[in-house]
Nanobody
Framework: QVQLVESGGGLVQPGGSLRLSCAAP????????MGWYRQAPGKQRELVAT???????NYAVSVEGRFTISRDNAKKMVYLQMNSLKPEDTAVYYC?????????WGQGTQVTVSS
């Protein structure tokens, strides 16, 4: 497993933006399937966005057009740019990695969207 470390969460007003970062210190990062999930209070964890090793991204319908996932293989980082944030985006956001059939999760970072 890889020790994933998220950062960048916080409190933001509706309509605002945040950028989440995830460090994935593994020499296999370039072949990793990476993603972001989130879990709101009282709800199940849900997929937000994923990105393949070749850079193909996929998004949940609820965030498409507002969020952008990206990766930097040289820095072994994955990012989630979140724009036009809504109160319903409030959740703990988790970084996810799948490398050669093994799943890893970060500890999560809180995102709160509130006025």
């Amino acid at each position: 497993q890889v020790q994933l470390v998220e950062s960048g969460g916080g409190l933001v007003q509706p309509g605002g933006s945040l950028r989440l970062s995830c460090a994935a210190p593994t020499n296999l990062f370039r072949i990793a399937f990476m993603g972001w999930y989130r879990q709101a209070p009282g709800k199940q964890r849900e997929l937000v966005a994923t990105i393949t090793s070749s850079g193909v991204s996929n998004y949940a319908v609820s965030v498409e057009g507002r969020f952008t996932i990206s990766r930097d293989n040289a820095k072994k980082m994955v990012y989630l740019q979140m724009n036009s944030l809504k109160p319903e985006d409030t959740a703990v956001y988790y970084c996810y990695a799948r490398i050669m059939g093994t799943d890893s999760w970060g500890q999560g970072t809180q995102v709160t969207v509130s006025s």
